[in-house]
């Protein structure tokens, strides 16, 4: 074990009370709150020489040491699979993300991914996303388009992971939703937690959850529909797709979320259209918009004309 990969924190009276998880990302922040988790769930982490949970709390004086493991060689297979690249250089890439490709390799899947695809295209990438998720310190979902940022390197992982901690990365999207809103413009403010039932689905939390604001704005009305610009201040999983449901206007094409309200859409109408961040190593403030794919503008053309 090496100083570079063991970190030791002694709480202080200040951070006492807190949970384990939320102490240690905001006390290493070149690591986000899933990847801590991911490290105390693994065996990572010790408080006082003994091995948490992610929701225990801390008191003032325990002694919280936290060992980044060495990475794992990679047992993916590059694939020349097509790429829209919007923006790359040595620390960066910036892809325009097809919908219906995966962005890392689940169970039972270990093929046709973003993953797949950039390891041929990069041929090298940051190893702190872990063995099946190199270089991605965000994701959108399977069948959401658009702006998606990867690290190139190590040091570019943990100064974007950084960013997107402390929610200075600008996040936009695209929904094409059911219904006519009646206001132009609001916010919604609801916690979100996974389903108590339905443990791959995402719901409104009536108590606990992680807190979660998205703002909304119309952009086009239809008599049955409207184009929606969402601009997410948090990054919880579904996030748009629950906050939208929950607001009576769920996706459309969204089967999980939107019931019948979802209609005979290809996939969610949802698209990140829009990502704004600092350059991880000239701090340059850099904003990407990702085109409106073709099956986004014909539906478009269906429910707003």
């Known amino acids: 074990m090496t100083q570079e990969n063991r ?45 948490p949970r992610a929701r225990d709390i801390v008191r003032a004086g325990n002694r919280v040491i936290l060992v980044e493991p060495p990475v794992q060689a990679l047992d993916l297979v590059p694939e020349k699979i097509a790429l829209s690249v919007l923006f790359e250089d040595d620390d960066l890439i910036v892809i325009n993300k097809a919908a219906g490709i995966s ?64 929610r200075t990365v600008e996040k936009i ?64 999983t579904h996030q748009i797709r629950v906050h939208l449901q929950h607001f009576g206007h769920p996706i459309l094409g969204d089967v999980v979320y939107g019931g019948r309200r979802a209609g005979n859409f290809s996939r969610q109408m949802l698209h990140a259209w829009k990502l704004g961040l600092d350059h991880p190593r000239t701090k340059e403030r850099m904003h990407f918009q990702a085109p409106l794919p073709e099956d986004f503008k014909r539906a478009m053309s269906e429910v707003l004309s």
């Open 7 to 51: 970190r030791e924190f002694i709480v202080k009276g200040t951070d006492a009370g807190t949970r384990l998880d939320r102490f240690l990302a905001n006390s290493a922040n070149e690591f986000s709150r899933s990847r801590i988790q991911a490290l105390i769930r693994d065996g990572f982490v010790t408080v006082n020489g003994a091995v």
């Open 103 to 166: 962005v890392h390799p689940g169970a039972g899947r270990k093929r046709g991914t973003l993953v797949n695809a950039l390891l041929s295209h990069c041929k090298n990438l940051s190893g702190i996303g872990g063995k099946e998720r190199p270089g991605i310190v965000h994701r959108l979902d399977k069948e959401t388009s658009g702006c998606l940022a990867v690290a190139k390197n190590d040091f570019a992982h943990q100064e974007l992971s950084r960013q997107f901690a402390a």
């Open 173 to 236: 999207y695209l929904a094409l939703v059911a219904g006519k809103l009646r206001r132009g413009s609001g916010t919604i403010v609801a916690p979100i937690a996974r389903h108590r039932v339905h443990r791959k689905r995402m719901a409104i939390a009536r108590e606990g959850g992680r807190e979660a604001r998205t703002d909304f704005k119309v952009v086009r009305s239809g008599g049955e529909a409207s184009l929606l610009e969402c601009r997410l201040h948090s990054g919880r």
